[in-house]
């Protein structure tokens, strides 16, 4: 079964909407009491406003970007006002700061997000998939990013959108193989033939 995904679908894979409107900006760059007190434990305007924009960027979009200062200017803005940091121009020197890792590896730990590979969250989400192809015949652009929905969901971080193309397609095969069985077990044995043969056709191809 082929891999596939649509091409907007990869193309927004991992990154911020093309338009992000007053109500994303409202609901995604909304920070907490205790967000804020989180955040205040920083140092400075650079540390503080670097902690709050990777802490938006991975819950908006499921990862964190390899340059924290280039979140779009938008998202930015909304975290800044709720700091009260009115330079933006200071997160450019975040980048460039071995803090940045160590803010990662916080919020990782205190807002509970965990890589793709770990378990039980990697089960999780193949039984999920699995659940909702063998539930109808959805289409692998529908299910990819269905998928990435419930990674997000669970706080799990995207992998490459390759590997989780991947996982679509085997879930989706795994689930038309158990249909066929299904049928084949109900047919005579010469339906049961002639599937077979059309099988062996379609992987010779």
């Known amino acids: 079964m082929p891999v596939t995904a649509d091409r907007a679908s990869v193309a927004s894979y991992a990154q911020f909407p093309a338009e992000l409107d007053r109500d994303w900006l409202g609901r995604v760059c909304h920070l907490s009491g205790a967000d804020l007190a989180l955040i205040r434990r920083r140092a400075d305007p650079v540390t503080q406003l670097g902690y709050a924009a990777q802490l938006v960027t991975v819950r908006a979009i499921g990862t964190f970007q390899p340059d924290p200062s280039a979140v779009p200017e938008p998202v930015v803005a909304a975290v800044a006002r709720q700091l009260g940091v009115d330079d933006l121009e200071v997160l450019a020197g975040y980048r460039d700061m071995p803090v940045r890792w160590r803010h990662t590896a916080e919020i990782r730990d205190r807002y509970g997000y ?31 990013r269905a998928a990435r929905r419930q990674l997000l969901a669970r706080r799990i971080l995207l992998p490459g959108h390759s590997v989780l193309m991947r996982l679509v397609a085997t879930m989706r095969e795994r689930a038309t193989h158990r249909v066929h069985s299904r049928l084949a077990r109900a047919a005579g044995p010469e339906l049961r033939a002639a599937s077979a043969l059309r099988r062996a056709a379609q992987y010779s191809r």
Do not use: C, K, M
């Open 114 to 144: 965990r890589d793709f590979a770990a378990q039980p969250g990697r089960f999780a989400v193949t039984a999920w998939v699995y659940r909702q192809a063998w539930a109808g015949e959805v289409a692998s652009p529908v299910l990819f």
